[in-house]
Each structure stands twice: as C-alpha cells, then as structure tokens.
C-alpha cells in the first residue's frame, strides 16, 4: 500500500548484486574446499539458488545475513530436482558449474521472469562446443562428457547467462578456450574474479573476448560480492520520480554511467564520490530517448524505470527494448494510474503527463513491479501493488528502504489488512 506525493530524500545502502550472487553461488559447488561469500544479498532468488545447492548435498551456512560458507565437498546428487527450481532462470548456472566439476549434470528447464522467449541455445552450443552432449527432454536439460576440452566459441547474441555459464565449464576443462562476442556486464567480471580468486586462469572478463585456460582443479576462497547495480539505478529514479534528493552508499559510480548520464539530460543533478553517489530532482523531469543495450548501454532491467519517470516527466520520450521482447506487459498498469503511453513494436511512446494518479495494480515481473512502486510513490492519492513477490526476488527490504527515506509505504497481507491500511485502521 501506497501513498503517493513524499519527496524521497535521505541516504540508503546498497546491497550486493543479485545477477553476481546467482554466479558465484553455483561456481562455489565447484571446489570441495570451503568458500565463503560476502555480501550476499538476502532476496529470494539467492535463497531459492542456496536451497536448491542444499538439495544436491552441499552444506550452506549461513554466518550472518550476508555471509555465507559454503562447502560442496559432500555433494552427492548430480541432479538438481528441486521444484522451486524451476522458478528461477539462475539454476542454469549449477549445468555449467556442475558440468565443469563433475561433468555431469541434470537441471530442470530455467524459469525466471516473463520478460520474452529467453532461448538457452547459446548456453548449449558453449557446452556441446566443450565436448558435452546436451538432451533437453521431459522439462529437463541435462549434459554430460567424458572430458571437456577447451575450444574457441561464438556467441551469436550477447548474453550474461551464456557467458558466464560457458567461463564456468570452460575453467575446468583441458587447454583453452576463447568466448567471442561475450557480455560485458559488471556481473560477469564479478563471477570471473570470483572464479580466479579459486585458481582460475580467466583473462578479458569485461571486453568482448573472454581467454580462458582450463585448470585441474579449483579451492577455496573468500569474496565480497559487487554492489547491484540495478538495485541502485532503482533508488537513483525514485529520487528523480519523487523530486528527492538521496545519497546512495556502496555503489561503483563507473557502472552508472550510462543510468547517471540519462538522469542528467532529464534534468537531475549527480555528484560522484568514490563510493557513493548523490541525485537531487529539484524540477519538473524533462523527455529523453533511450534504448537498452548490453553493457555498457543502459540496462533492460532499468528500461520499466525509465519509463515509470518519463510517464511524469515534460515532453515526449521513447523508449526502445532491444534485449527482450516481452518488456513492456506493466505499461498497462501505468495506463491504470493516468500515463499516456502506446506501445509500437519494441517501442514505447511516452507522453509525459505530469502527475498520476492512484490505482489498484499488479506487479507483472521483477523490474516492471520496482517501477510501478515508483510510479506510486509520485503519484497522487493511494495504491496498491499486487504479486510483490516478483520484487522480492530481487530487492532486500525494498519497502523498509523506501520507507526510511520518507516514503508511505507499507506491506500488507491480504484483503482485511488492505482495508486497513487503506482506512489507516490501527
Ligand atoms: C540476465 O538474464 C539477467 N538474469 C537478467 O536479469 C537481465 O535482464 C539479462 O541478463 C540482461 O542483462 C540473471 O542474471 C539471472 P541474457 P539472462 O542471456 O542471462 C538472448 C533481472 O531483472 N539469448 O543476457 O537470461 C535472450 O533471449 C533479470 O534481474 C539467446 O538468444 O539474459 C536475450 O534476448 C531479468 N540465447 C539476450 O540474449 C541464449 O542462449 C540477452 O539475454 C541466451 C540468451
């Protein structure tokens, strides 16, 4: 529940990333030595990842909210049944790691967010490239080989979940292997420092060309997950949405650039320090265009955001998903609150109308139900949000953030308790 019109203004931390904790999880099955990971974002996709690793055997302690140790050492099940599973696209991740140590997996089919087709070709043209044979069949992919040789690989799209699940199998196979045309994003350097700090030998996480050369085994380690990126871009738009002004601390200012530069040309104010970063809203936003893009370009799951702020904002924007096709399902809610948006193709054209209004909507994926938060906290009157779990998949006490910075927020149980909150019955 939802009460709109609160400038939001204060200071928030950062957690780790979550598309980096999905990573460095599943690499950490593949040594037997003890690993300990640091600042691990506690959100339910990473939960749901650590629930999975307990199935097939490996011991999870959990040394605080953030830390974690993990030991694979008693693995005894290379085949991950868990229902929930199914629910996350990570658990592709366990295949690469999996394959890499064991040479054999069996992962049910990845779910995740309906956001498009969302193919895993790549991911299996890297394994069956590596020497593995791959049968999808009966909602299960499962892959196995009798040694992994390293090779050189192309990817035919840019992809962070192919990329990183090839460096992954690739680390433990024999000689060398070379990921063209690989994805860039701050998630997949994080998964191959990771990687190194347990022996690898990866070079080129971060450019289009990934080198990596296969060694007999990994160990242990101890690592401090990137700050989330999105996470961030998030709080940077609800201080432009809401005319705020938020301090955000534990971010890596080089990563925002391409969220920092649109929010300048609609009208915000940045300041850059070492590790934090500062976004003043005084005035009304104005229109940009934009188009999501691999990294460095501005992010796919920041494109619901955008658009949420430019809805509010002066003029006419555009707005262009060129990563997934299935992105724009929450522009229907934002129509509910008064926006003025028409989707043409990939695009969505945007008329900003100044102030919306109130309404009953339903979160429909991750990024799309930050924004519709957003969207509420700038508009006039009271709203409710439905289906917030897809926000909890990926952001830690979302509401309790927002609320520390001055926003009426509250998270509610249920028809009685709405009628509650919406009559502040107490
Ligand atoms: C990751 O998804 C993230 N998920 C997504 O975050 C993010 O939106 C996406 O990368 C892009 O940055 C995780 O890290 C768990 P891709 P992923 O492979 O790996 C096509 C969020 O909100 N493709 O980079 O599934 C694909 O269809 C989520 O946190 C193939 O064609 O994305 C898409 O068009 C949502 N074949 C493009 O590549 C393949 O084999 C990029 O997808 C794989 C992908």
Known sequence: MIGGGNSLVGEIEICGAKNAALGILAASLMTDDTVTVENLPDVSDTNVLIQAMESIGAIVDRKDRHTVRINAGSINSLVV???YIKKIRASYYMLGALLGKYKNASVA??????IGSRPIDQHTKGFKALGANVKISHGRISVEAQKLTGNHIYLDVVTVGATINIMMAAALAEGKTTIENAAKEPHVVDVANFLNSMGANIKGAGTDII??????KLHGTTYSI???????????FAAAITRGDIMIKNVIPKHLESISSKLIEMGCEIEEFDDQLRVVAAKRLKQTHVKTLPYPGF?????PQIVAALATAEGT??????????????VDELIKMGAQIRVE????????????????IQAPDLRAGAALVLAALASEGESSIEDIVYIERGYEDFHLKLKSLGADIDKV????????????VV
């Open 81 to 83: 049944e868990s229902n």
């Open 345 to 360: 193709g990939n695009s969505a054209v945007i008329e900003g109308v100044g102030r919306l209004t109130g309404a009953s």
């Open 226 to 236: 990137i700050p989330d990126q999105i996470e961030a871009g998030t709080f940077m």
């Open 317 to 330: 924007s555009v707005v262009t998903e060129s990563i997934f096709e299935n992105r724009f399902r929450y």
């Open 413 to 424: 149980n249920g028809e009685r308790e709405i009628l509650r909150s919406k009559f502040k």
């Open 211 to 216: 080198r990596i050369k296969g060694v007999e």
């Open 109 to 114: 089919l990845p779910g995740g967010c309906n």
């Open 299 to 303: 992010p796919t799951d920041m494109q």
